[in-house]
């Protein structure tokens, strides 16, 4: 029998100890990552608490958008692509890290093509990225509703986007009555979308 051993098993006993503290401070603060993104803050609580404050909370023009994907309630810090008929780079960004943020895609709400399908929703899931919003149209919208991620777009289109590289990244672009600010939040749910330039909180009452 072969036994696999831990790195910390290489180590002297007050290396190991830190080693091990490490490890478990890493853990913990993974674990409060995680309950953060999965927690559920509903747009019309944000609204109510922070109705006070216009300047801060934004709502992104009703009726819209359209659901898809398992998760219904997501937000998180805005990362953003800008591009036409062309979905090299959001597949690019989907493929690296999210942190739990939300990708913002303005397509310039074209109707002639989808800018995402299933695979790039999946790389998206597997990224750590919490959500998708598109001004524009995705497809496989069948196998993306069984993907753990949250999604937003104007509708469904068959035809697949063009892949020439072409685009810009961490921009700011403006639809719905919004602008989406990289690094600013956004939240989204059944009842619609709002954005803030800072974290909001729910006020505990």
Same mark, same amino acid.
């Given at each position: ?81 800008k591009c036409f008929e062309s979905n090299p780079l959001v597949?690019e960004t989907l493929s690296s890290p999210g942190g739990g ?12 093509? !989808?800018?995402?399908?299933?695979? *790039?929703?999946?790389?998206? $899931?597997?990224? /750590?990225?919490? +959500? &998708?919003?598109? #001004?524009?149209y995705i497809r496989d919208s069948k196998i993306i509703n ?6 937003? !777009?104007?509708?469904?289109?068959? *035809?697949?986007?063009?892949? $020439?590289?072409? /685009?810009?990244? +961490? &921009?700011?672009? #403006? ?31």
């Amino acid at each position: 029998m072969v036994r696999l051993l831990s790195p910390a098993y290489f180590l002297n006993s007050t290396t190991q100890s830190t080693y091990t503290r490490r490890l478990h401070s890493s853990a913990r603060l993974l674990s409060s990552i995680t309950k953060i993104n999965m927690q559920q803050i509903a747009t019309a609580d944000l609204c109510d608490d922070h109705m006070s404050s216009p300047e801060r909370l934004k709502v992104v023009e009703p009726g819209l958008f359209r659901m898809y994907g398992k998760k219904k309630n997501f937000h998180g810090p805005i990362e953003t692509v800008k591009c036409f008929e062309s979905n090299p780079l959001v597949r690019e960004t989907l493929s690296s890290p999210g942190g739990g943020r939300v990708l913002v895609v303005d397509g310039g709400g074209s109707k002639r093509c !989808a800018i995402m399908g299933d695979m *790039l929703a999946r790389f998206g $899931a597997e990224n /750590g990225w919490n +959500g &998708v919003v598109i #001004n524009g149209y995705i497809r496989d919208s069948k196998i993306i509703n069984g993907i753990d991620i949250g999604v937003k !777009a104007l509708g469904t289109h068959p *035809l697949k986007s063009l892949k $020439a590289y072409r /685009g810009e990244k +961490g &921009v700011q672009v #403006n639809f719905g009555g919004v602008e989406f600010v990289p690094g600013h939040y956004i939240y989204s749910d059944e009842d619609g979308i709002i954005v803030s330039e800072t974290r909001l909180e729910l006020n505990e009452e």
